[in-house]
């Protein structure tokens, strides 16, 4: 519906109702939901006035609002209550008992909301400092809801569906190699539809530069053991699952309705895919995003024709039980368990143990239930989740304590209203009811707003383009987040709000009814007490937050050894393109020639594998005078690279000489080791001049003719084991990446430069390396922004609570703070003696929170890249930032202080 | 579900009383309640489908196809409702008692004739 969209504080009642509905009770929902839907779009659509649509969208909200609970009571209460039979209806009203209660503490609620609407300015501030508190918390239960806890949108049955792990030595959860996959798929009872699967990107379609879309390889049975269903068309046949079969895919169904029109006669149409003509099969079905919705599929094509998916794919996979190169998942046969299927799938690979031991030699497999994260990502993301919710439980108590506060100086102020109700008899749990429900008000507007909050981040979260993929989940608070929300409430009122209550109605009588209200020792104390957690805890968070982003700058500078900033690349497979072994090797030369000489670009090279691009490319190497294991020999990592790639990546070359135009087939076998390699190879000992085997089919051992500097190469977490390159030139693989760096260089300079020599040449859609590179550098980036985001928060906060404190402590002092400027004392002396109080005030908390920060750091190493957890800058800096903090706020009730006039101070008693 | 007697409150006369008229829809209904009260009774999309549901659930009710070939745009997401028998037999004896309640009110003098 809507025309032009409505004004600001329209959309954001829109939001308010919508959130609303979603609290109506499921039945309701489902029975009125689209109609009362329709009905508000046609409402605010009828008003064309934007601040008219503003308010009438408030209305609506409100209405909601007021309706949400008798939708609840018609359905909570027994019929026969609110309808009794026979006669005209009467609601009774009983006394007593529950509903009596539930009555009083009605009656309360009505009177903390008149007492807050009289005074707003605390209360307001309360419930900022609680929607922040509970809103950081909700938005990240709705991720880990979302990613860990929700069923995978669009599987039925989820319950049933698991995924296969291949163990090393009963360890891991790997990949699969497809020889095994079938065996599985033959030899285990409890499971249907074996299926393998391997991500892909792919670009589609466009006769010039295609367009990156998120690809799978299926076999046939991946869509048959998810229970998903094509909307149009069929799934992959067991007749295509041969090596070569047709080039077919089947679609999602998002992508059918942007990129193909939503075309009701698809079925059979070809598309492009990597520029190979795809006959479109099927269509998926609606909200179903693949089994991975964190990374929306469009396109699934069949795992026999990974020939299509990758341009450098060992075709041998099929056959050869030692390349693993996709994941398993599968269904479970009605009624049985992941426990008989993981019998059953450990029988099976223990015979193909005994069959193959060559390639099966003490490799087991692990069956797990399919979650929205599949394989080992699963563990990875909950311990990061996990570590970011204790970051915003922290911010949560940096909250409480905030409110905590506000509320004692709250109850200071009323100890002599309440010793007078006491004193008229009115029962002290009454008045810590009251009390309660007040903090309870406050508490529940923080949990809406909260929610408000939370629905608007994770919005923005998924609005927001990752960097080469988008996320496709849901993130948007359901009633999980909502039930977390109002849980974290109703406990944020229990702590916060106890500790006042009592403190409030427990006055001695006599002394609060004699002064003039509001001495309240005790309270201060408390106060004092909550100011120091909270600034302990922020210097947990400022020192977590500046760590993680000071480790992200250097990071984001140096991505694990190298610089990735300002190098464009692409992938080709010249054996696609019908250059035989023999010419390979001369027309790389020709390629990085011709790429070289063009005058934007700096630097360029070749290159078999990337850093940090998640992929791994082991082999073992037997150095010179190695001593270990001689079967196994040192594993290590390895690189096949052309001359200049390692200036093109920045890697500094620390000792020896690069590859060159001499290093071709027939020249001396040489390698470059990067540093640990050779560390780990021969100790302190130069490694120049010394040899390896690197493969058991050479002939001769290579000489070390470099070393280079430490390159991360899949993850920068990874422990530092070293690589090996070798040349290019007398190992020359078809299938590689080319590597251009210049400040002038993009996707499309790098293409025509490439097809200026052979228009013929596939290539993969250009990207900058940055992009290759961000995704390992995403769980960093976000624990930064988020810990970052949170220690300003509880600086803020705490910050606050300091002021509040002093401010406080300096009204009461007034007398004597007059008696002090009568008898001399300067302004900047009294604002010193206060800034010093509030410095004493902070110093326990700050000291506690810097261990506690110390001990928070150690768990964040895998995290800090080139920093240590005990970084002195940062804590420094924290230091620094925080104690000029704890002077501002000081300093200006102090300045108020100094200002005081000693004979009105005097007077005023 | 028709053996109990739902009490009527004001929102759910006037719902009752506007589909007296003939079957109407959520957004037509809203329109004519505000109208004839004079904007003294106003029905937003939650509180309008509550009492829908309820008058519904009491028999009073019921969901119909859209009058006389429904020409608008929204006519598959509307929703359409009528009276049921019951439901006119009920309006009917709540307007008697009504109205007897306004004699003894004009009676005694604390109504006019004319408006409520």
Known sequence: VSGGRGSPSARIWERVSTLLFRLFPPSYQKRHGSAQQTLTRELLASEPDPVRRGRLARRVAIDALRTLPSAWAARALPRTFLRPRGGRATLLRPRGGPAHAAEAVWKDLGHSLRSFLRQ??????????????????????????????????????????????????????????????????????????????????????????GERVNGMAVSAGYFEALGAMPALG??????????????????????????????????????????????????????????????????????????????????????????????????????????????????????????????????????????????????????????????????????????????????????????????????????????????????????????LLADWATSLITTVQGAGFQLAVDLSPDRTVFAFALALAALMTLFVGIAPALQATRPDLLAALKTDGGSGARGMRARRTFVAVQLGVSVVLLASGGLLVRSLAQATRMSGGFDPAGVQMTSLDLSLDGYTSDRVGLFQEELLAATEAHPAIEAAALANDLPLDLSENGAPIWPEGFTGDAARGLGTDFNVVSAGYFETLRIPLLRGRDFGPSDRSGSAPVVIVSEALARRAWGDRDALGRTLRWSDTEDLPRTVVGVVGEVKNQTLGESEDGIVYLPLGQLPTPATHVLARGAAVDGELLGNTLLAVDPRLTLSPPQTLEAVTAVSLLPSRVAAGVTGLLGALALFLSSL??????????????????????????????????????????????????????????????????????DPATFGAVL????????????????????VDPMEALKAE | MGRTTLRLTPPL????????????????????????????????????????????????????????????????????????????????????????????????GFASGGRR
């Not at chain 1, 319950?159 to 163990?167: K, S, Y």
């Not at chain 1, 095994?180 to 499971?191: K, P």
């Not at chain 1, 104690?883 to 300093?891: D, F, I, P």
């Open chain 1, 120 to 209: 707003p300015a605390m209360p307001l501030v309360a419930v900022a400092s609680i929607a922040l508190g509970i809103g950081f918390n909700t938005t990240l239960f709705s991720a880990v809801n979302a990613l860990v806890l929700r069923p995978t949108p669009g599987v039925s049955e989820p319950e049933r569906v698991v995924e296969i792990g291949r163990t090393n030595d009963g360890r891991g959860f790997d990949s699969f190699s497809y020889p095994d996959m079938l065996s599985l798929r033959d030899g285990v009872q409890a499971l249907e539809h074996v299926a393998a699967w391997r991500m892909n990107p792919l670009s589609y379609g466009g006769e010039g530069a």
């Open chain 1, 234 to 451: 069929r799934t992959f046949t067991a007749e295509e699952e041969a090596p070569g079969g047709p080039a077919v895919a089947v679609v999602g169904e998002r992508f059918w309705r942007t990129r193909l029109a939503g075309d009701a006669n698809v079925i059979g149409r070809p598309i492009l895919v990597n520029r190979v003509p795809v006959t479109v099969v099927g269509v998926a079905p609606a909200g179903f995003a693949g089994h991975v919705p964190l990374v929306e599929t469009d396109v699934w094509l069949p795992f026999t024709r990974l020939d299509i998916a990758e341009a450098n794919v060992n075709l041998r996979l099929y056959e050869d039980r030692g390349i693993i190169s996709h994941q398993v998942l599968a269904r479970l046969t009605q009624g049985a368990t992941p426990e008989q299927a993981g019998d059953e799938v450990a029988a099976v690979m223990a015979n193909l143990a005994d069959v193959y031991p060559d390639t099966n030699e003490g490799r087991g497999a692990a069956v797990a239930r399919l979650g929205p994260i599949p394989g080992g990502g699963a563990a990875m993301v909950r311990g990061f989740l996990g570590l970011l919710m204790g970051f915003v439980v922290l911010i949560l108590l940096v909250s409480a304590a905030n409110v905590a506060g506000m509320l004692l100086a709250r109850a200071a102020g009323r100890e002599k209203e309440v010793a007078i109700r006491l004193a008229i008899g009115c029962g002290r749990a009454r008045l810590v009811r009251q009390l309660l429900v007040e903090t309870l008000v406050l508490a529940l507007a923080g949990a809406l707003a909260a929610l």
């Open chain 1, 801 to 870: 609570g300091v002021y509040g404190v002093v401010a406080h402590t300096v009204a009461q002092r007034r007398r004597e703070i007059g008696v002090r400027i009568a008898l001399g004392a300067s302004a900047p002396q009294v604002v010193r003696m206060i800034v010093a109080g509030a410095f004493r005030l902070a110093l326990p908390g700050v000291i506690v929170g810097g261990l506690a920060a110390l001990g928070v750091a150690r768990l964040l190493r895998s995290l800090l890249l080139g920093i240590s957890p005990a």
């Open chain 1, 880 to 899: 620094a930032v925080l104690l000029a903090t704890v002077a501002l706020a000081s300093g200006i009730p102090g300045r108020r202080a100094s200002a």
């Open chain 2, 13 to 108: 006369y006037h719902v009752l009383l506007t589909l007296a008229d003939g079957p109407s829809h959520g957004y037509s209904l809203i329109g004519s309640v505000a109208e004839r009260t004079g904007g003294r009774v106003e029905l937003g999309p939650s509180s309008l489908y509550y009492a829908l549901g309820r008058l519904e659930d009491a028999g009073l009710i019921r969901a119909c196809a859209p009058d006389s070939a429904a020409d608008h745009p929204h006519g598959e997401q509307r929703r359409y409702y009528e009276l049921t028998a019951r439901g006119r037999r009920r309006l009917r004896e709540e307007m008697e008692i009504l109205s007897g309640i306004m004699e003894h009110a004009r009676a005694a």
